[in-house]
């Protein structure tokens, strides 16, 4: 029978796993370092100590993610007999050597590697979703700013009526297993995931119309590699069978993104209306260009400061989203390790067995803190313009 | 004045009306129906079964009119049964079909029977809302202050010392949802086997085995310090940080204004300064972003009962919508949609009350 770890033994065998993790943040650190004159805005988060933190904590994870699959110490879904509740540090029974490091959770599964299997399910959907709502909000938001009018009110209406709506309560409505049968999940997810494809397709056109050759190259590219991923995400029809999305993570994605895309369109909407007064966009309109040239093209790139911000603080958002769908058991399979829902469990024995909640709470507060922190820096730093 | 106010109103009806349409028809998906049917009368029933108990009980038929129905603007159903009875949607049993009346949905008051609590909806509504507006009655009182004392504190010094401890403290209290503030405050104060309780009842400062209580069900009765600090402390955690920090950029920037100089250059105190002319203009902005609150304090509410199984409005809902309680889960919308328009109006009616620059048409 082994002894128990002590808390300084279980830290000194965490930081072990994660030396990979280590390596990559001390390269990148080194190498944005070295190079941080000629990085443009990135390279100016490592002036802030504040955005250096955030930023930092947000790379420890994105790692953690890359290298989950060496740094666990068991399989995730794997219960080990008699280790049900296990204190943290922990010798697993009848294997020399092999300890549960922050204990086990109520089916007698290790809290240390479905935690860090939690980071690759976090980081796998956030950004994404986040980046797709940046796409609706944006295509939306400009045109709505610029041209204003019936347009501007109809818009408005509708990204006020999703605003207006309790999240949670969508939520309910939204993932929920019943909802998978009927047309809404797919219809909605042809709606929002065709935003991208047209965003980029009308991006090249409004620049590159005057030379056909090589506007023919980008849009053609666009059209195909985006319908293709179109048709396999949105319709699981795609002829190879390379894109496609379990329809769980769908319903989850479209949901999230369908209550992010209002805030990104309210935050471009009311900074088109700000610039759109400039005189370079006055001398735009004067030399004859195009509306969707002078709003993709001179607009939107004098928008990016608060933009990346605000991206940076809407993926904590999106996060916390998703913990909270987790935590209300929506639209995830009861095995898997996200953060929301290894909470959810933990926290009905939280009276005497709290580690399986809390070491996943603390993962997830540090990865949005860290965004939060990194949009702060950045913040700051694209204020000193 | 009186035409802003009136279009606002307008407006808030049809997104109102858009609102609860959408609710209705999502609770009222055939899946759901079925799912209702099967709990109701049969869990072993065929399809066409299904189809017709459906029929008869008024959940056939357009989904406009169901709708319409269901608000109280189109008469309710009627149907003659084969056995000579007449069964409807507004007739209660032991009625006579011709004292019934033509219309009762949610403007008549009659808010449907809840399959979960087997109570009519309007009952089980009044009580939870009742206990919910306790729980959000002391998340005001403690975060509001908290949040505008913060807020003022580090916006009064821009980049000082106490500006820079604040902010921090407010960054990491918005990157804290509820469900995790929530799950640490109670492994820290309110477990057992870890935190601070066992040392405490080691050395006998505390009589119970743990400092507070890890649930607030006793709260419904009687709320006590012990019992209901931490779901308030949970729900009022995320939002301190958020309205900290509007206030701080307000504060900031009302303090480089030229009448702040002014009045520094004139030799009024510091404190002066910041009492008589600063904290009125920078408190305007916060009012609003207060009022915005209010769907955000709804999702608080919503995370923090059911940790904390205190059965208030948030725990009904969640409890309706795992049921398929569809008749609750309209009303607990209806609900929620009402309180978060209300809020709107009012934090935009307030803001130009407050704002004398604001002048409307």
Redesign the interface.
Known sequence: MQDMMTWGQIIAAIALRLVPVWLSLAALFAVSFALKRRLGLYGRIFDSPVGMIGFGMVMFWVFVACYAGMIITHDPLVQVSGMKNALPGSPVKGVEGAFYLLGGDHLARDVFSRVIMGAREVLKIAPAATVVAFMVGITLGLPAGYIGGKLDTSIS?GS??V???????LF???VTP??R??W?PTVLAAILFIFPVVFLTILFNSRFFTNPKQRNLYVGAVLVIGLWAYSGLAFNADPLGIWSMDPNVLNVFVSVVFVNSPGVFRIVRGMVMDIKTRDYVAAGQTRGEGPWYIMLWEILPNARGPLIVDFCLRI?YTT?LL??LG??GLGVTPESPDW?ST?NY??RL??????P??VP??A??SL??G???LA?GLREESMKD | MLFFVLRRLG?ML??AL??TF??FY??N????LE?LAKSEASVRMADDAVASWLEENGHGGPVLLRYAQWIGVAPGWVRLEDDGTTRGRCIASGMAPEDAPTYCGVLQGQWGYSTVFKQPVSEVLGRSVGATGWLMLWVMVVMVPTSLLLGVLSGMREGSRTDRVLSTFA??S????E??S???L??ML??????ISPLLADWGWISGK?LFQ?TATSAMDDITFWNFALPVATIALYGIGYIARMTRASMTEVMTQQYIRTARLKGVSFKQVVMRHALRNALIAPFTVIMLQF?WL??GV??SE??FNYKGF?WT??QA?GNNDIDT?LG??VV??FV??VT?LISDIGYVFLNPRIRLA
Request: with cysteine; hydrophobic share 60%; charged share 5%.
């Open positions: 209406f006020n009526l605003l207006a709506f309790p999240v949670i309560l309910y409505l939204l019943e909802i049968v009927t809404i904590g916390i913990g909270t935590f209300f929301g909470i933990g926290r939280l009276a005497i067995a709290p580690h909640a809390v709470a603390l997830l507060m949005v803190l965004l939060n922190l702060d | 407006v049809l997104t858009a609102l959408i609710v999502m609770t998906l055939p899946p759901n799912k960054i990491a918005t990157a804290t949802p469900y995790v929530g799950v640490i109670i492994a309110a477990s057992a086997t870890a935190g743990t890890g769907p709804l999702n919503v995370i059911t940790l948030g809902l969640v919508a889960l607990c919308s929620a949609v978060v328009l709107q």
